[in-house]
């Protein structure tokens, strides 16, 4: 089950809010919370709720000899190994099996990875290593631990919070009438980019991407690699926004996810704003450890290979997204030697500019490989964007069919939301400002409901994740 689905809207979330809001106490209510994340994710697994609780036990009894300070590294060594080994088996080795079948005796195993996998490995791996850094960071309550893998605002697609943050906040919150009206605001925000951008987008590029060459030429490769854009940003940010504003209402801060990627100047700055909980944890978990920026250049550089290297594997199963994770990885490392120096450049207005459209232009093309179904696809597209400059009447039509006015319509006003037009537009509203976004949030909220009855809607593109 996902946030936008009529199940959810219509049943769980009115009761998982009502069921709160009438137990009385932080305790009752952290209790009521467990319980919300178990039932939410049995919708999904029942299969996956069983496996969460054996890793959230594992995790916890290896926590305990690290809140001692006794035993040494072994519990954390074997916590990282352990659930770098769950992620791989569930995640990698059916495609490890298949890459190998044509070779060796061997078939997949038909195994299927647990909703939110690549997220709560990840939760409990900073667990570890933040309790052997400092013990006071861990518990001795398995309670809190599981609550924390288990938050169901959070355990589909993140933000990849830290437990000593979270842990804080059951101990103690405030939760005001205010504060609940916000988070539903910024849930609906959330709701309304999924369905109203990101689904209308994203049938131009199922559009795009599922065209063959003779038909596919520069036109549609560029609005489908642009399409997507709008799709996997909107797609991931209204997620974030819907599990931010959920953990508003209940009470809890959560970080922020995305702070406008698309304006970035640099590959580097662009990861300081997109995903930003992710991009965080292999910063503080494998780039520093690694030596960080401490070691010159060339070790900064090679560092920063590595991490991306190893952000494209977590991502999936595929050649494409390892591929990704290195695209992305030679231009951080570029940009750490000063072969491309934005900071330099970008001390122009015209140099500015320039770093912009270099910055986009990276991303677009890394993204269509993020999209692709496989290289050749990718490789396909590619040459479409940059060579496909003979025009047929059967990319016309597809072109045609593709961007249609609503289609346009949300290119066009995606495009104007990626840029901070939002919190401008917010910061001039003054004393209006609440009951007017209360007012667009309830019209957009009608809109999405119509989207649902009408069935026309796309899964989280990171729920597979």
Known sequence: ?????????????????????????????????????????AFGSLTGVALLLLAALVNYLLGLPLLKGRGGKWPLYVGVVGNLA??????????????????????????????????????????????????????????????????????????ITRFDGFAAQLEKRERSLSGAAAGIRRFLMGLAKKLLLSGVAAKAVDGVFGLTAPTLDARLAWLGAAAYLLQIYFDFSGYSDMAIGLGQFFGFETPENFNYPYIAASITDFWRRWHISLSSWFRDYVYIPLGGNRRGRWRTALNKAIVFTLCGIWHGAAWTFLLWGLWHGLFSALESLKIIDTKRLGATRPGKILCHVYTLLVVTLGFVLFRAESPAQCWQMLCAMFTGFSFTAAGTVALTRLLNGQVLTVLLLGAALCLPVWPWLRDRLGKYREGIESAVCLALFALCLGKLAAGDFAPFIYAQF
């Not at 009529?6 to 106490?25: E, T």
């Not at 044509?102 to 409990?124: E, Y």
């Open 86 to 159: 769950f992620l791989g088996v569930y995640k990698y080795l059916d495609f490890a099996l298949g890459q190998l079948s044509g070779l060796l005796p061997v078939a997949p195993l038909g195994l299927a990875a647990p909703i939110g996998v690549s997220f709560f490995t990840f939760k409990c791996i900073s667990y570890l290593v933040d309790t052997w850094r400092d013990p006071a960071k861990g518990t001795r309550r398995f309670f809190d631990l599981l609550l924390y893998i288990s938050f169901f605002p959070q355990i589909t697609a993140g933000p």
């Open 1 to 41: 089950m996902s946030f936008e689905s009529v199940g959810f809207l219509a049943c769980l979330l009115p009761l998982f809010a009502g069921v709160y809001s009438l137990i009385p106490g932080t305790r009752g209510r952290n209790w009521a919370l467990l319980a919300a994340g178990l039932v939410f994710y």
